[in-house]
């Protein structure tokens, strides 16, 4: 579904992504781990084509969009879930839903978001600013959705998230598999990324140096900690 094949992008002169290789089948969920600063952002940034990649592919289906620009990357299915949310602030949940909707959510409409979030639907009339962390992650996820994606890329969702808060995105996450949607999910959160990932990679330097089934990777969790992600 989503294979992206010797990646290499820049900063810059900074080398920060070095041949990134991922694969991910349809409806599975990817978790990629690796400590601060290897490039795991840089990495969605260049699927979703905030940073240009300077070569390589990203192959969805049969397309290679590398190179595309971010509003081709989404109208061909991927949605971003940013780090740091990214809400409007000024704006209300109703409206910062309204905005990613270019064109009418027939998977995910307004209706079927609300009612998957209970707390927006509470909210709806609230301004993006006025929503406690967990709610905004919510509605983060939610606006994703709205341009009925078949990809998912999130970006760290569970920081600064209370445990209660991070089980229901766990809840959310797998509701998204049963639906069919494709996840790539990049986090430090080594309980979310096992409790949700099928596939587990972890990054180093700008580049994969693991990657397992979850099965292979719970086996081999110590080691793989002391070896790539311990400080
Ligand atoms: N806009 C930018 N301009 C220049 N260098 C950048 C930029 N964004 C990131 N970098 C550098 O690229 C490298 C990888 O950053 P990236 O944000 O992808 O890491 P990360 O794995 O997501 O880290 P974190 O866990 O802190 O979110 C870092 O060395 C960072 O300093
Ligand atoms: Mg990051």
Sequence with gaps: MLRVTGLNTYYGTGHILQGVDLEIEKGQIAAVLGRNGVGKTTTVRSIMG?????????????????????????????????????????????????????????IWPMERLLELFPALADRRTHKGSQLSGGEQQM?????????DPTVMLFDEPSQGLAPLVVRELVGVIHRLRDEGVTVLLVEQNLKLAEAVGDIVYVMVKGRMMYRAPIAQFQLEREAVKSKYLAL
């Design 139 to 147: 509605l983060a996820v939610a606006r994703a959705l709205i341009t």
């Design 50 to 106: 905030l940073v240009p990649p300077r070569s390589g592919e990203v192959w969805l289906g049969d397309t290679n969009m590398a190179g595309w620009a971010p509003y081709r990357v989404a109208r061909a299915g991927v949605a971003y879930v940013p780090e740091g949310r990214m809400i409007f602030p000024d704006l209300t949940v109703i409206d910062n839903l309204r905005v990613a909707e270019r064109r009418p959510a027939k």
